[in-house]
């Protein structure tokens, strides 16, 4: 199992941008798939954006497709969120998320990661 932690939240304005980052530690897998899911007060936690820890395939929800970037250092085994044009809409608690799931696409629901981190707050005002 491994151990995710999240970082780089914030409060900024409409049109700014930040970067999370998803520390990973513990025993992964080079199908492992990672991802950020995000879930706003009174809203049932939706997918972000994935990708795939080797190769670094990615999918994106159609809500966040031109503004934000997903991405991983292998390296320093780190999962970033890269978020541009920041909106009101996207203010959530952010959380990274990784599936040992076999899939020859990238899956997307939630019920196929088994591990989460604690989350990390981003506020976009108007």
């Known amino acids: 199992q491994v151990q995710l932690v999240e970082s780089g939240g914030g409060l900024v304005q409409t049109g700014d941008s930040l970067r999370l980052s998803c520390a990973v530690s513990?025993?992964?897998?080079?199908?492992?798939?990672m991802a950020w899911f995000r879930q706003a007060p009174g809203k049932e936690r939706e997918f972000v954006a994935a990708?795939?820890?080797?190769?670094?395939?990615?999918r994106y929800a159609d809500s966040v497709t031109g503004r934000f970037t997903i991405s991983r250092d292998n390296a320093k085994n780190t999962v970033y969120l890269q978020m541009n044009n920041l909106k009101p809409e996207d203010t959530a608690v952010y959380y990274c998320?990784?599936?040992?799931?076999?899939?020859?696409?990238?899956?997307?629901?939630?019920?196929?990661?088994?591990?989460w981190g604690q989350g990390t707050q981003v506020t976009v005002s108007s």
């Open positions: 990708i795939k820890w080797s190769g670094g395939s990615t």
């Open positions: 998320a990784s599936s040992i799931k076999i899939s020859a696409s990238i899956v997307t629901t939630g019920s196929a990661f088994g591990s």
């Open positions: 513990g025993r992964t897998f080079s199908w492992n798939t």
